[in-house]
C-alpha cells in the first residue's frame, strides 16, 4: 500500500462531525489549499456535492503551482515545467474548517502526493511539499527521540489604510500605547473573532510600532502551530478586504521603523513535562537537553537563513541596530537582541524568523538541527560567534555549501529553494531602486 493509498483510506471514514457542520452551516463550496515553498496558499474550489470524490481521489494542480508558478529569467518554469505531471493533493480530514466569514465556504489544508500512475514513486509523498515534509520530519523525530517539539510563533505585521497613520513625538515610539491600539480596534476585534471561530485559543496581542500590530495565540504542537500561522495570514488578508484596508507581512517596511519577526518560541515535551524546563535550576533555567538542543539551533543558524530570512527584503531587518532584531547568531538570558533568547520559564525564542516566514520548513529545519545538538552534546558556550549573513544572496550561498542544513531538507526542495532564491536575487541585482536614483540620477551635474 502505498502513503497516498493510506490517506485514501482515513479519508474513507470521514467523521460525522464534518457532513453534520457542512450541512448545519449550508457549506456549498469548499476550497481545497496547499501550501508552496514560499508559504503562499493555492486552493482550488469545488462544489461540495463532489466531496465524496475528493475524499477519496484528492484534486490534481500542476506541480509548478509549488514554486508559486514562478518563471526564471532564462524563461524556466521552476517546480517542474509546462510539460510536468500535476500533483495529487489530498484533503486532511483534521484541518476542515467552515469559514466564519461565509459560512457557505469551507476549507481543507492538503498532503501532496505523486500520481498513482508515475512509474517507481506513484503514490509516494511528494517531496517538494513544505507541509507534508514537516509532518513526516516531525513524526520521525517523536519516534528517534521521544520528544515532541510545541511552539507558539509571534506574527507581527504592518497594517495601512485611512485613520491607521500614527504621529510620534521625535524620538519616541508608539509602542503598547493605549490610543494606538483603538485606533486598530476594529481590524484585531475582527480577526480575533475569525480566528477563535477556526479553533485558535487567542491569549493576547500589542501594538508595535506604526501601524505594527502583533496577535498571539496559544502555543501547541509544532504541526499546528504552522498550519495555525498560514490560516492567521488568510484570516489577515480578509480582514483587510473587508475593512478596506492593506494588510502587509513585508518583513521591513521601511529605513528606521522596526521590523517584522516571526519569533517561533520553542519547547521539548515528553508526555505531560517539559524537557527543558529544571525546575529550581538557576544560570540557565535549562536542562542538559535544553542546552544541547539550544547548542544545535546556534550551530546551524547561519546556513538556516534562507529559510528564516527568505526574501530580499527580510536582510534590511537585520541592519538596522537598536530595532530588537538580531545582528550576530548568539544567545542570551532575557537578551531581545540575540538570535536565540532564553526566557525563565522553560522555552527558547528563536527570533531569526521573520514575518514572511514559510513555517514548515523554519519548523522542519528546527527539529533536524535540536537533534543533531542532543545527538552531539553541542555547548551553546563553544558555537562560534557568527555575522548573519547581509543578503539574500549570501543565505543562499551559504546554504549551498553546507551539507547539513542542505541535507536536512529532501533535495527537491533544496533544489527549488536554490533556484527560486538565487532567481529573487538576481532579478533583485538587476532592478534600478529609488535610493539609486537619488544617489547617482544628478550625480556630477
Known amino acids: 500500500m502505498t502513503a497516498l493509498d493510506d490517506h485514501k483510506e482515513r479519508n474513507a471514514r470521514t467523521p460525522d462531525e464534518i457532513l453534520t457542520a457542512i450541512d448545519e452551516s449550508g457549506v456549498e463550496s469548499i476550497y481545497y489549499q496547499i501550501v508552496t515553498l514560499s508559504g503562499k496558499l493555492m486552493a482550488k474550489v469545488v462544489p461540495v456535492t463532489q466531496l465524496k470524490r475528493n475524499l477519496e481521489n484528492g484534486i490534481l494542480m500542476h506541480r509548478s503551482a509549488i514554486a508559486d508558478f514562478q518563471t526564471a529569467l532564462d524563461g524556466e518554469l521552476l517546480g517542474g515545467g509546462p510539460s510536468a505531471p ?9 484541518t476542515f474548517a467552515v469559514l466564519p466569514w461565509d459560512t457557505s465556504t469551507a476549507r481543507f489544508l492538503c498532503t501532496i502526493y505523486e500520481p498513482t500512475h508515475r512509474p517507481g514513486i506513484g503514490g509516494a509523498p511528494f517531496a517538494a511539499d513544505p507541509r507534508g515534509f514537516l509532518r513526516r520530519t516531525h513524526a520521525q523525530f517523536k519516534e528517534r527521540l521521544g520528544l515532541e517539539l510545541r511552539t507558539g510563533c509571534e506574527p507581527e505585521m504592518t497594517w495601512f489604510g485611512e485613520g491607521l497613520d500614527v504621529t510620534s513625538r521625535p524620538g519616541s515610539n508608539p509602542s503598547y500605547e493605549f490610543e494606538q491600539l483603538e485606533r486598530v480596534r476594529p481590524i484585531y476585534q475582527r480577526i480575533i473573532r475569525y480566528a477563535t471561530a477556526l479553533g485558535f485559543e487567542m491569549i493576547e496581542g500589542d501594538y508595535e510600532d506604526a501601524g505594527q500590530l502583533e496577535l498571539n495565540w496559544m502555543y501547541d504542537v509544532a504541526d499546528l502551530t504552522a498550519d495555525r500561522l498560514v490560516t492567521y495570514r488568510m484570516i489577515c488578508r480578509q480582514v483587510a ?22 519569533h517561533h518560541n520553542l519547547s521539548l515535551w515528553k508526555g505531560g513535562s517539559n524537557a527543558l524546563e529544571e525546575p529550581g535550576r538557576q544560570e540557565l533555567h535549562l536542562t542538559d537537553v535544553g542546552r544541547w538542543a539550544l547548542g544545535g539551533l546556534l550551530e546551524h543558524a547561519a546556513p538556516s537563513m534562507i529559510v528564516m530570512g527568505q526574501t530580499v527584503n527580510s536582510y534590511k531587518r537585520y541592519w538596522d541596530a537598536g530595532q530588537f532584531a538580531p545582528t550576530k547568531i548568539n544567545w542570551g538570558m532575557e537578551d531581545k537582541t540575540c538570535t536565540v533568547r532564553l526566557s525563565g520559564n522553560g522555552r527558547l525564542e528563536y ?6 516566514v514559510n ?14 545538538g542532543i545527538a552531539n552534546e553541542i555547548d551553546p558556550d563553544r558555537v ?10 549570501d543565505a543562499v550561498q551559504l546554504f549551498t ?20 532564491k538565487s532567481d529573487e536575487w538576481a532579478r533583485f541585482c538587476g532592478a534600478v531602486t529609488d535610493w539609486e536614483r537619488d544617489m547617482y540620477f544628478s550625480a556630477g551635474q
Open 401 to 420: 555549501d553546507d551539507k547539513f542544513v542542505r541535507r536536512s531538507v529532501t533535495p527537491e526542495i533544496a533544489n527549488l529553494l536554490v533556484a527560486i
Open 351 to 356: 527570533k531569526l524568523p521573520d514575518s514572511a
Open 359 to 372: 513555517p514548515y520548513l523554519s519548523h522542519a529545519l528546527m527539529l533536524t538541527q535540536i537533534e543533531d
Open 384 to 393: 562560534t560567534i557568527q555575522d548573519i549573513p547581509k543578503t539574500l544572496g
Open 86 to 94: 500535476e500533483f495529487n493533493a489530498m484533503p486532511d480530514l483534521d
Open 241 to 262: 478586504r473587508e475593512l478596506g484596508v492593506t494588510a502587509s507581512f513585508m518583513p521591513k517596511i521601511a529605513p528606521g521603523a522596526m521590523g517584522t519577526g516571526c
